[in-house]
């Protein structure tokens, strides 16, 4: 939930000194020509390879009467208004539509461009990398709907397997000209990660088309089902691209890693949840969620009663879940009417026409964002009187999930002692919550970091934490809430 592009290993500087705007044009510190991409937007090159999933088990949460707003085995599906829809069968999704190659990158040129900016505390690159974009096939309310994201892979002496790392990004925006991929240097955390050694995905989430047809609608922002359901086919087009073009540099191993930020965060701990109801087949490792919005609900309570960057955060999620049920009811119930300003009419014009969500300076106080009327039934908690509203923000909330919690991933919460933004200490509550309910979490709070600052400055650490999910390592320290420390020193 960032209203600016915060991202871990933030180096577009560096690389746009390097490559230049054009990402058609030749990379000067190693010749690579960056268009030779296996496709072009005017000749698109499509894959028939069946996708790498599992149907049958899929399928078996998705039959019966769906009159009720769930599968047939009671799985809960759309709900807080949303017109009853099933999800369609897995056969299909995560079918890749169109790739092309973005950039390729030696090791060396990727170690100068982390050292000429200072950030060198991953050390040097392992590996040259090659990046891609694609398009795939996923699912939302029952219809299909493509969406993109990138893929990236380490170049290898020899081609063999290696650990998959999806990459949740942070929030860029609501519409399709946020999208990373519709970024000129949005491929950065996906070219570095495979600099260090792993086969990586990062979608753009649904409502975020960064190239190719337009999605023409509004991202679902901090809601939990269609992030967690385009996150997990984004990983099943990765194994689709992968097995239907063997001459990439290497493959995706059966290990899955996920990493996100802010948003991103959310989106990995919802991927998590839904992953052993909608895609069983995938192998779900280990889950980084940095400073993640897990307690929607105590964050809406600060955000409406507190005045900050939290403020108009959790407004534009419920302007995602109304959006995403329907648009039914009017905004009005939950919105300010002014003065100085009708956030109703104007919140989703703002969120529908540009990637920045930065209040006018003439709102300075929560009642003049949110209904006096809201802001008593969301700290009264008065489910009856917030009706769908206070729907959209418990489905968003962690600990009030109906999703089943069918499987145990070990997940690292990191978060920033002075987060303004997701307020620190509504998380830091919440997380013994989700211990009593079954999460085996770790946690870190980088002492005096913010948002951004405190996920750049753990990076390190989140990698090394990585390695040791991957090696097997136990978690050392499971449901211990540890007091802020520096995290450059863990």
């Not at 960064?210 to 086919?233: K, Q």
Request: proline share 8%; aromatic share 8%.
């Amino acid at each position: 939930m960032v209203y600016r592009h915060v991202t871990p290993l933030v180096v577009a500087c560096a690389l746009a000194t390097a490559c230049g705007d054009d990402l058609n044009s030749t990379d000067t510190a190693t010749g690579t020509e960056t268009s030779t991409g296996t496709t072009t937007d005017d000749t698109p090159t499509t894959t028939d390879a069946t996708p790498t999933t599992t149907e049958g088990a899929t399928e078996s949460t998705t039959t019966g009467d769906t009159s009720s707003g769930t599968t047939g085995d009671e799985f809960p599906v759309g709900g807080c208004g949303a017109p009853p829809f099933e999800w369609l069968p897995s056969e299909g999704m995560g079918e890749v539509i169109d790739f092309q190659q973005v950039i390729e990158l030696d090791a060396p040129t990727i170690t100068d461009l982390l050292e000429q900016n200072g950030f060198t505390a991953l050390g040097p690159a392992d590996f040259g990398a090659r990046v891609y974009k694609i398009r795939y096939v996923t699912q939302d309310r029952g219809e299909k709907h493509e969406t993109t994201g990138f893929v990236s892979f380490p170049l290898l002496p020899e081609q063999e397997e290696r650990p998959v790392v999806v990459w949740a990004h942070g929030t860029s925006g609501f519409t399709d000209a946020c999208a990373p991929t519709k970024d000129p240097m949005g491929f950065q955390v996906p070219l570095i990660l495979a600099a260090k050694g792993f086969v990586s995905v990062a979608p753009d989430y649904i409502g975020m088309n960064g190239w190719g047809p337009p999605s023409n609608r509004l991202h679902p922002y901090i809601v939990p089902e269609p992030t967690a359901i385009a996150t997990l086919d984004s990983i099943r087009a990765l194994y689709e691209l992968a097995a239907a073009n063997m001459d990439m540099p290497s493959l995706p191993g059966d290990d899955v890693v996920l990493f996100g930020a802010s948003e991103g965060g959310f989106a990995t701990l919802w991927t998590d949840r839904y992953a052993p109801h909608y895609a069983p087949e995938l192998n779900i490792v280990a889950n980084v969620a940095a400073v993640p919005p897990t307690d929607a609900i105590g964050l809406t309570e600060h955000g409406a009663t507190v005045f900050g960057p939290t403020t108009g955060a959790l407004a534009a999620a419920v302007v995602g879940g109304w959006d995403w049920t329907g648009r039914q009811g009017d905004l009005s119930e939950v919105f300010s009417a002014g003065p100085p300003i009708d956030v109703a009419s104007v919140l989703p014009m703002m969120m529908e026409s540009g990637c920045n969500l930065d209040l006018p300076d003439e709102v300075t106080s929560t009642d003049q964002v949110y209904a006096q009327s809201f802001i008593d039934a969301v700290v009264d908690r008065d489910w009856e009187t917030l009706g769908d509203w206070g729907c959209f923000l418990r489905q968003a909330t962690l600990g009030e999930s109906e999703i089943p919690l069918l499987k145990i991933t070990p997940t690292l919460i990191q978060q920033g002692e002075v987060d303004d933004l997701v307020y620190t200490p509504v998380v830091r509550a919440d997380l013994p919550r989700l211990c009593e309910q079954g999460y085996q979490l770790e946690h870190i709070e980088c002492a005096g970091a913010g948002h951004g600052d405190s996920v750049l400055a753990a990076v390190p650490y989140i990698l090394d934490w990585v390695t040791a999910r991957l090696d097997g390592d136990p978690l050392a320290e499971p449901c211990v809430i540890h007091e802020p420390t520096d995290c450059t020193q863990l």
